[in-house]
């Protein structure tokens, strides 16, 4: 079924993301700091699912189409408190990606880069600072794993062969072993959620990968599914699909994790190229999500040589006044 036939499904209620040079350093995109990431608590016990057949592998995707992050919602109403929460996130805030080509960062770029492991790759344990809230693996580390080059030093495995999403918040090596601060497992095939109150390896308790801009998607023309976003400030609440928050108070003018916002249908793209036409019209069709808290309008992407950094540094022309937040109040 095609992504937008899901559209009647999901209003019957059955519904449940280059410069040609050598490396430098810096961001490409702005000469801001990077945003910064609140501390995080652990996760749920998700045992990863048995290694399927060769054909079942090839059809491992990121959560089944009708998954909350693959569902279209440009169809959705405004939240009636839309523009209290655009003007607290930044109404003259520029949209940022907060992701390159590879050519920056000493030849890793920015953002979060993620690892395709298989049935192959040794599972490794970890020792997490929230053991209580930590999936106790084991995690398939590559030997040389791609890891998060900043300060929140994520590490993500995507198990193409047994259909699992691993992920890690601050991990690290120390004298050969791996240590983090928490570890979440997702079995892809289901759209099951932490238990309420429970983070993951990020503060609204999501899966991360599923929402980052990636390259393969832009190239093939589109991306089809919501982007994660970041806010500075964010309230002492969540709302569905997040299960977790990690605010700073309780104003109703603060967003609450979870918050679906989305690029308004009004905004004319056409004048942009390629790369970021595909991102802006995804933020149309499938909104982002705010997961963490940040810097404001800040999405995030993998990695990838063939990202154009100029094209990129384009989406600053969108600024919070071309975003409204939608009412998910239907969403399971």
């Not at 054909?55 to 998954?67: G, M, Q, V, Y």
């Not at 520029?94 to 492991?117: A, C, E, R």
């Not at 997040?242 to 967003?255: C, D, F, Q, T, V």
Request: hydrophobic share 40%; glycine share 10%; with cysteine.
């Amino acid at each position: 079924m095609d992504r937008r036939g899901l559209r009647a499904k999901f209003m019957l209620g059955l519904a449940v993301v280059g410069f040609p040079m050598g490396p430098v350093t810096g961001d490409p995109h702005s000469s801001m700091a990077g945003p910064t990431t609140s501390s995080v608590i652990g996760s749920t016990a998700i045992l990863p699912t048995t290694t399927p057949t060769a054909s079942a592998a090839a059809a491992c995707t990121l959560f089944p189409e009708d998954n909350v992050w693959n569902l279209p919602i440009d169809h959705l109403p405004v939240r009636s408190d839309s523009a209290t929460l655009i003007a607290r996130i930044g109404l003259d805030e520029p949209l940022h990606p907060d992701f390159s080509s590879t050519d920056w960062n000493d030849g890793v770029g920015y953002g979060i880069p993620f690892n395709k492991v298989d049935g192959d790759t040794p599972g490794r344990n970890v020792s997490f600072k929230w053991a209580g809230e930590s999936d106790d693996g084991p995690y398939p580390i590559p030997k040389r794993p791609k890891i998060e080059n900043a300060s929140d030093r994520h590490i993500l495995m995507w198990d193409t062969a047994g259909c699992d999403l691993y992920e890690l918040f601050s991990a690290r090596k120390v004298d050969g072993k791996w240590r983090a601060d928490s570890g979440a497992i997702w079995n892809l095939r289901s759209n099951a959620l932490r238990p309420d109150g429970w983070t993951s390896a990020d503060a609204a308790g999501l899966p991360i990968l599923p929402g980052l801009a990636r390259w393969s998607e832009v190239r093939d023309g589109a991306i089809l599914h919501a982007i994660r976003f970041t806010a500075p400030e964010t309230r002492d609440a969540h709302i569905y699909p997040a299960r977790h928050h990690a605010g700073i108070g309780n104003s109703a003018s603060l967003p609450p994790m979870g918050l679906r916002v989305r690029l308004k249908a009004s905004v004319d793209i056409s004048g942009f190229s390629k790369q970021a036409r595909v991102i802006l019209q995804a933020l149309k069709d499938y909104g982002m999500i705010l997961a963490d808290n940040g810097s404001p309008w800040y999405i995030t992407g993998a990695p990838h040589a063939n990202w154009n950094d100029d094209v990129l540094h384009d989406l600053h022309e969108i600024t919070g006044a071309d975003f409204e937040a939608v009412d998910t109040s239907d969403f399971p």
